[in-house]
T-cell receptor, first 107, second 113 residues
Framework: QKEVEQNSGPLSVPEGAIASLNCTYS??????FFWYRQYSGKSPELIMS??SNGDKEDGRFTAQLNKASQYVSLLIRDSQPSDSATYLC???????WGAGTKLIIKP | EAGVVQSPRYKIIEKKQPVAFWCNPI?????LYWYRQNLGQGPELLIR????????DSQLPKDRFSAERLKGVDSTLKIQPAELGDSAVYLC???????????FGPGTRLTVT
């Protein structure tokens, strides 16, 4: 059974701090990795995609991928209250999603 | 550019009744996905289309669920008959072929009573 694991949280972070979200996966042939943000009652929204080892930065967001250790992480710098949401990790080769980490940014 | 369109947004039906969901993907997106999401869980892939072809339907409960994507654009997901456990949000997403960078519609919240 292929799995994607995330800490369910909630993860509480002060406004302006760095939020760190982690995801581990079991399928070594996974090739593509995605982070989605989902506000309560809304659909998932694509934030970042990453395909190779290392870091990928987009504004306040940085995705980090380590295929040898089978984990992918998302860093959110200068966290804002509007970042409060559930963050979902998705992994391919097979399209498998984690259950998400609930992030709360405290003003 | 219009996003993924889904209808209806909400549906309440009694068990054993049929229900259908409709999805119109982003123009130019050849890949279309149907997901089911339960509260507190990640989306579960039901079926993925590349153009008209269903390329991954391994998680689709084929005894009661069916899907079609005629002409490779719009898609319909049907449940017949519905069971209480089918209550969930049904999400449609689309992507450019080969990317899996998915864009989601607003979803249909199904309640089976």
């Amino acid at each position: 059974q292929k799995e994607v694991e995330q800490n369910s949280g909630p993860l509480s972070v002060p406004e302006g701090a760095i939020a760190s979200l982690n995801c581990t996966y079991s399928d070594r042939v996974s090739q593509s990795f995605f982070w989605y943000r989902q506000y309560s009652g809304k659909s998932p929204e694509l934030i970042m995609s990453i395909y190779s080892n290392g870091d990928k930065e987009d504004g306040r967001f940085t995705a980090q991928l380590n295929k040898a250790s089978q984990y992918v992480s998302l860093l959110i710098r200068d966290s804002q209250p509007s970042d409060s949401a559930t963050y979902l990790c998705a992994v391919t080769y097979q399209l498998i999603w984690g259950a998400g980490t609930k992030l709360i940014i405290k003003p | 550019e219009a996003g993924v369109v889904q209808s209806p947004r909400y549906k309440i039906i009694e068990k054993k009744q049929p229900v259908a969901f409709w999805c119109n993907p982003i123009s130019g997106h050849n890949t279309l996905y149907w997901y089911r999401q339960n509260l507190g869980q990640g989306p579960e892939l039901l079926i993925r289309y590349e153009n008209e072809e269903a390329v991954d339907d391994s998680q689709l409960p084929k005894d009661r669920f069916s899907a079609e994507r005629l002409k490779g654009v719009d898609s319909t997901l049907k449940i017949q008959p519905a069971e209480l456990g089918d209550s969930a949000v049904y999400l449609c997403a689309s992507s450019l072929q080969g990317t899996h960078e998915q864009y989601f519609g607003p979803g249909t919240r199904l309640t089976v009573t």
